[in-house]
Antibody
């Protein structure tokens, strides 16, 4: 059973770059799955940030595209998220998730990590 | 851009009752691949239904999904205490690639 675990700083300064990693165990990032990042501001709904396939194909949410970089490291079996020029509006729980093969849904999620943007 | 509307924002039921949650899409040509998730406080979303009506692995059969045009429904036939949570619907659009969620419906105990 695949497991995902997000990690990274819980506090980021305004205007800085948020960096998170998602370690995948019990499965391979080189499998026939897309891997996505999401975020959820406290008490609010879910927002898709972007996705990556092991071939290097990446898609981003158009509203975040100018600030987001997603990458995949097959040697470490993990994916990464970088979000630049953060503001308080970027404070959220960030999740990574696996896309369900052949369907536009997400069947495995990390537990999430809260990132607060504050000085 | 797809907009998914879940209404009402909160539903109140008693355990044992039948609950029907609604999700309306904004585009008739949108994907039929609507998914439903359950989220409890402090937890990640859990996939319940994909492809509008297929139950995910390990999901009890009291959960079912259906679709009619741009209207999607999640039905919980007999509410168990652990079913009281927030439910989100989610859909995919291909141009540009984008996943969109509804704003969620909170199922609370009456």
């Amino acid at each position: 059973q695949v497991q995902l675990q997000e990690s990274g700083p819980g506090l980021v300064n305004p205007s800085a770059t948020l960096s998170l990693t998602c370690a995948v165990s019990g499965g391979s990032v080189s499998s026939f799955n897309w891997w996505s990042w999401f975020r959820q501001p406290p008490g609010k709904g879910l927002e898709w940030i972007g996705e990556v396939y092991h071939t290097g194909t990446i898609n981003y949410n158009p509203s975040l595209k100018s600030r987001v970089t997603i990458s995949i490291d097959k040697s470490k079996n993990q994916l990464s998220l970088m979000l630049s020029s953060v503001t308080a509006a970027d404070t959220a729980v960030y999740y990574c998730a696996r896309g369900k093969t052949g369907f536009d849904a997400f069947d495995s999620w990390g537990q999430g990590t809260l990132v607060t943007v504050s000085s | 851009e797809i907009v998914l509307t879940q209404s009402p924002g909160t539903l109140s039921f008693s355990p044992g009752e039948r609950a029907t949650l609604s999700c309306r899409g904004s585009q008739s040509a949108a994907s039929r691949y609507l998914a439903w998730y359950q989220q409890k406080p402090g937890q990640a979303p859990r996939l319940l239904i994909y492809d509008a009506s297929s139950r995910a692995t390990g999901i009890p059969d009291r959960f079912s999904g259906s679709a009619s045009g741009t209207d999607f429904t999640l039905t919980i036939s007999r509410l168990e205490p652990e079913d009281f949570a927030v439910y989100f619907c989610q859909q995919y659009a291909s141009s540009p690639p984008m996943y969109t969620f509804g704003q969620g419906t909170k199922l609370e105990i009456k």
